[in-house]
Each structure stands twice: as structure tokens, then as C-alpha cells.
């Protein structure tokens, strides 16, 4: 049989890097849970209307989504995105009724697009909901917990904060009639691409890579005048709690992000150091989508990380340092000394349970074992042989300050881990 591979798009993470995305997600976790979030989980698999109710014309719909039927003949997806779900979940547990949640999630997404750097068709995020509240301050409080990451990641000085008001869903209707009668006017200059969005989804035109497209936009409608004075007063104020926070950001009127249910703010943190796939955390408000998915009328926003992004630029930054936390590593040269070992370990994760302990059942050559005990990292290594059987004894060797090796009861050993 040839051998299986994995599916283009879909990456494996093999053990030392699955250490790095665990530290990160940690991070990630522990700053989020400190204002006061909680986790949900929900399924990967979700009914396809979920997702084609509140995005008819986004990309991930029309081209991008994992969509088939099941045996029941239902069409079902894999979730491309996780608001949408989060929505779903909070409606069906009653979440939102009952109090103004705030919740943080995890995991896969997956989308059909073509991989590149940082971009696969199964990615991961991690991401967090609030619902319930509609005012600039829980808009700050999501940008200033972002912030914080930066700081707790330490890269704050390698990404900037850009945002926008896209004002109610009036203000979106008649600024997207604006532009598509600016833009039919050029039409004979719009790609292909270009010349679908203008048809299901104007605005996604603003965020163009066409450099073709962009000169164009510089003459066209602003956002910004079709924007009503309550909505800007909203704006004004989330603008002024972030310039006494001493957050830096600049106002891009052409950032409308890619889903077509958000209004109002919406804010993007980016670096430069990525190339073209420079968004590392996109959100902003989705005041109508609670109600869209079947609840009552509900404020709320959000954002997501892209964490494949995010780890790619610590990792250029050298700011994942991992250090391998095995504590001991038991040396065996026998079948019954391996079976000794196996005891002991034993013994010893009941006085310690804390003990991180690998046990070497290769019974390689003595030297193999002791390169294989200094390189996973174990601060000690314990060792079994014919000499320590028949003596009832463990071989000790502390790895670390490199000192001979002492030959201890099991009593003894104890001693010495407890004065440790």
C-alpha cells in the first residue's frame, strides 16, 4: 500500500511545536480569563444554514466553505468561521437571556482556499464574544485585552492597531448603493473578482489587493459621510477611551472586514512583518446577528486570532522559548530492570505526583540512553542495571550539575526528592 498523506491545507503539528502553540494558547487564555471571559465549546460541524443566513454573499459562502450531506440527506459544514456557531450556542443554552455572557473559544476552522504562509485550510483560532452590551467602553475593553496580549506575548512594538465605524446597517445599505454606481462607471478596469463583489458584496471591494482597484477607490464615496451623528458620537467616544489609554491606532476607512453582518467598529491589529497576510486579530461589533440566528434582538461584538499568523511571528521574534519540564528519565538495561522502573515510577507519582517521568523500554547501549536522557531535557536521570537488581538499588545522576553518579535505596531516593 503507497504511503497516505495528509490533505493539502492540512497540517500536522508534531510535538515540540504543539509545545509552542500550548504556551501560546496558555497566554492567550490566561489574559482573556483575567477580564472575566469564560470558555464555551461547540461543535466543528454545524447545519450549512447557520452560515449562509448571515453571510448570503461573503466569500467563505460562495467559494470557500467545506459543505456536504450527511446520511440523512441534511447539508452540513465545517465551520469556517466561529461567530456564527458561538451565536447558535449561546441562543441554545439560553446564555443570553439569562445574563450578558462573555466567552472565550478555541479551535479549528476550515475553509477551501489556496494554502500559503500562514493561511492553511484547516487554521485555528482563538476568539472571544461579548453579549449584551452596547457601548464604546466593552468595544475598548476587547482592544485594550488585545493590547495586553501584545504585552504579555512581547510584541507590542511589532503590530498596530487600525479600526473603523461602519456606521448601522442604513448607513451600509447606502454607502454600498454609492459606491456600486461609482464603480459601474469603471467597470471596464474591474477584474474579474472585483466585477463579482460589486454585484454580492460591495464593500469587500475597499479591502482590495488590486493595486489597479485601489487607485480607483481614491476618488470614490467615503464611508464616513453616509455615517449617522449618533453613530459618530459612538465612534468619537470608543477614540477617546483608547487615546487615554495610550493605545496608538489609526482610523482606515476602507477596513470593512469579511463577513457582512458586522456594523460599527470594527478594528484590525496588523504587523508588517507577515507579507500580505498581515491581520493577526480581526473583529468588531455584530448587533444584528443574535436576532438573524433566530434570537431576540441582541448587541454584541467580537474578535478572532489567527493563531497560525501569531505563532509565525513569535517565532521570527524569538519570543517562544520552550523548555523541555521532564524531570526524570529512567535508564534500563533489562527487561526486569525496565519492569523495576515501571515500579518505581509508580511509586514515585504517588509521593509526587507533580513528577514528570519517561522511562527508556528500548534497553539501547548505555550510551544511547544517557544521550537520550540529557537531550529530552529530564533534570535527572535514574538508573537500573544488573548491579542495582541484584543490590536492590537506583542508580542517580543528577543531569544538570553533571555530578557523579550515587547508587540509593528507594527509602533514600525519597529523602532527596522531599529535601528537593
Known sequence: MSKIQTLRGM???????????????????????SYGYE?????????TELYTRSNE??????????????????????????TAGCVRAAIDNDLIRTDKPRLWYAGPMFRYERPQKGRSRQFHQFSAEVFGINSPEIDAELILMSARLWRELGVADKVRLELNNLGDEETRNSFSKALVEFLKNQKEDLDEDTQRKLLENPLRILDSKSQT??????????IEDF??????QYHHNLLRILEKSEIDFNVNSKLVRGLDYYNQTVFEWKTDLLGSQDTIIGGGRYDRLVEELGGKSCP???????LERLILLLEEQGKISIQDDLDIYFICFSESSAQEAIMYSEKLKDEFPFLKIKTNLGLESANSQFKKADKSGAKIALIIGSEELENNQIGFKDLRTKSDQESLTFEDLLKKFKEK
Open 213 to 222: 482597484v485601489q487607485n480607483l477607490l481614491k476618488n470614490a464615496p467615503s
Open 300 to 306: 454584541a461584538i467580537g474578535f478572532s486570532i489567527g
Open 57 to 82: 454573499a461573503a466569500d467563505i459562502v460562495t467559494k470557500e466553505m467545506y459543505t456536504f450531506q450527511d446520511k440523512g440527506g441534511e447539508s452540513i459544514s465545517l465551520r469556517p468561521e466561529g
Open 11 to 33: 497540517n500536522d503539528i508534531g510535538p515540540h511545536q504543539a509545545k509552542e502553540w500550548s504556551y501560546v494558547e496558555d497566554v492567550i487564555k490566561s489574559v482573556v480569563e
Open 227 to 232: 455615517v449617522s451623528e449618533g453613530s459618530k
Open 39 to 47: 470558555e464555551i465549546r461547540f461543535p466543528l460541524v454545524e447545519k
